[in-house]
Nanobody, 123 residues
Framework: VQLQASGGGLVQTGGSLRLSCVDS????????MGWFRQAPGKEREFVAA????????SYADSVKGRFTIFRDKGKNAVYLQMNALKPEDTAVYYC?????????????????WGQGTLVTVSS
């Protein structure tokens, strides 16, 4: 598995988690990256994206102001800091590598996906 996502778990409402996505193949340094999530019975939805340099980010309205995406090129990793978690944030979270230097809120630009990590927020 080239993209390894981790950091999920069970947390109470209002808590925080940090998800990590590490690229074992060391291929993501020039690519945009994204985080998506999929709740049971729902379609996969965009959460956050970041461009190749880390200088440009975008977020879904539902997480804006609570989640932060950032990257560490030296570690070939992208992170998603999640604060003020809500029960509706419960989902499997996936990281993805874009074909391009920028990220996107759409699924199409992403060529590689991690295996997912489960986040459960209890009320």
């Amino acid at each position: 598995v080239q993209l390894q996502a981790s950091g999920g778990g069970l947390v109470q409402t209002g808590g925080s988690l940090r998800l990590s996505c590490v690229d074992s193949g060391r291929t993501i340094s020039n690519n945009g990256m994204g985080w998506f999530r999929q709740a049971p019975g729902k379609e996969r939805e965009f959460v956050a994206a970041i461009n190749w340099s880390g200088g440009s980010t975008s977020y879904a309205d539902s997480v804006k102001g609570r989640f932060t995406i950032f990257r560490d090129k030296g570690k070939n990793a992208v992170y998603l800091q999640m604060n003020a978690l809500k029960p509706e944030d419960t989902a499997v979270y996936y990281c993805a590598k874009s074909r391009y230097a920028y990220g996107s809120s759409q699924l199409g630009p992403y060529a590689m996906w991690g295996q997912g990590t489960l986040v459960t927020v209890s009320s």
